[in-house]
């Protein structure tokens, strides 16, 4: 129901530190699904905000830096991406991306909340222009930890995007070493998976517990870095797992400048300078990174 | 006076968004100077944090990607950094950083608030180590602005680093052309000037305006980027004038590798490969600078 007054949201993501978003006008979705709450409204400064159980997940006029940073960099260094899967998304903004590049072929999104899906048609038209609609796109409206655990998509996509919540709730299952094997699982040879790990200045945590499963799993991985102001507390973690290719590496790196120079999409965020940087780490997220890798192999 | 119950401070730098911290306890300074409103407070998250004039300053958990990103790619880059003056940044964090440099023989710092040294002196030792008892530190209480424009201090500084606060109030002296004017007086040959330039994707107007007056006034300018949680809305914008010398060239940022690998100090956040990225902008941000540069050069 909407609110009868100009209202107030007020992100409580983390006990003792807070951000507080005000409505221009009333709220335009305000209510609970079967599977999470939805706020939807309209701030002064950044446009468009969606609101999935509390936790900001997408606005106007930062989504960019999210959605880019999580497609770009592996589209132009893979090379040859032909069949991506969207892990969550619903909001389209992240398909969006993918179908900017016309040499992909498919584009399927996995997505557990119709509502979801039908508030971003009707909605969120801003961030993913009309993406459910593209003859590439094909929506999969289940839970995505049943689609990877499906023998029949063994080794599908070149590219597996994990636009997954913050790991609490029903979203714990797309963080456990098991999702990590299923997504990697999924990929072709060569391909790649790139996982939203959070903002490691808050949840430090999340990062080295990924990284620590990742390595497990994938024969590469790594993280690179984003900058979402209202994913607050700075940079947020893209963690990735190669099946055979590493991601930022100086020879993939100029290649994916190439690639960008001859096949270029618009961007509000990517380049593939920035390409390069997001590779470098403060030395404190360094730290983090140590914490994680594996012990080194002793002599016999 | 410090409240007698824990409290809360919301900043209000923005219209329609704000962030918002408890206080762990009460505060430990509330009161107003002869220049300024001061708070300070603990919160669980960040540390102590130190407010002026209802802005952030400083907190203990992410001044080092301010304060570092102000000193090292300079000091690094242009080598030979003998004088160093700072203005503003009273807390002392920025200090702390240059004196970290044995081979920088003095540091001046200039700040306008006497009480701000006081409280940093007593309540701030995690973030300036006590560096205003520094054999190499002097400190001038007075208007950065008069100083600067002392013909006595002509070519006086290698380093001129502005920890300014926000244009508004008495702070819009530290923006005019003016100063950057007498900013480049006071610098040797060869000399660097860095600015704290706020956040782009809140305030792009001040980052246009500063490289527009940068560039009528140095023969090299430009931008690199840092990102400090808590000055909300993602990147920070540094913006830098050389009288002679240019900031984040290829030779320059490996003249600076080689140069920390010789001298290195102690960091939290920068290393060498992070100074380098620095300098590459999101394509949001380019457009911003490509709005500051001067019209091309027509054929006569």
């Given at each position: 129901m909407a609110k009868a007054v100009p209202g107030r949201f007020s992100e409580t993501l983390y006990p003792s530190y807070r951000q507080e978003f005000d409505f221009s006008g009333d709220a335009i979705i305000d209510e609970k699904s079967e599977y999470q709450s939805?706020?939807?409204?309209?701030?002064?400064?950044?446009?468009?905000?969606?609101?999935?159980?509390?936790?900001?997940?997408?606005?106007?006029?930062?989504?960019?830096?999210?959605?880019?940073?999580?497609?770009?960099?592996?589209?132009?260094?893979?090379?040859?991406?032909?069949?991506?899967?969207?892990?969550?998304?619903?909001?389209?903004?992240?398909?969006?991306?993918?179908?900017?590049?016309?040499?992909?072929?498919?584009?399927?999104?996995?997505?557990?909340?119709?509502?979801?899906?039908?508030?971003?048609?009707?909605?969120?038209?801003?961030?993913?222009?009309?993406?459910?609609?593209?003859?590439?796109?094909?929506?999969?409206?289940?839970?995505?930890?049943?689609?990877?655990?499906?023998?029949?998509?063994?080794?599908?996509?070149?590219l597996v995007i994990s636009d997954r919540p913050d790991p609490v709730g029903p979203g714990q299952a797309l963080f456990t070493e098991q999702f990590y094997q299923n997504c990697k699982n999924v990929l072709a040879p060569g391909g790649l998976a790139i996982f939203q790990t959070g903002v490691p200045f808050f949840q430090a945590e999340e990062l080295v517990e990924a990284l620590t499963h990742l390595q497990k799993v994938f024969p590469q991985s790594g993280v690179l870095l984003t900058v979402v102001p209202t994913y607050v507390g700075g940079f947020m973690a893209l963690t990735w797992g190669g099946n055979g290719l590493a991601l930022g590496t100086p020879d993939g790196i100029a290649g994916a400048d190439r690639n960008f120079s001859a096949r270029p999409v618009d961007t509000d965020y990517y380049t593939p300078a920035l390409h390069g940087a997001a590779f470098a780490l403060p030395r404190w997220i360094e730290r983090l990174v140590e914490a994680a890798a594996p012990p080194p192999t002793t002599a016999p």
């Open positions: 939805i706020l939807l409204f309209d701030n002064e400064a950044l446009g468009r905000v969606l609101v999935l159980d509390g936790n900001v997940q997408i606005t106007d006029r930062d989504e960019a830096a999210y959605s880019e940073m999580l497609v770009h960099p592996a589209v132009y260094e893979h090379g040859d991406v032909k069949s991506v899967l969207i892990i969550g998304g619903g909001d389209g903004a992240v398909a969006e991306e993918v179908l900017k590049h016309e040499t992909i072929e498919t584009c399927d999104l996995c997505e557990i909340d119709p509502r979801v899906i039908g508030l971003a048609r009707e909605h969120l038209g801003s961030v993913n222009k009309g993406v459910f609609d593209h003859p590439k796109f094909t929506l999969h409206l289940k839970d995505a930890s049943d689609l990877i655990a499906d023998p029949q998509r063994q080794s599908a996509y070149d």
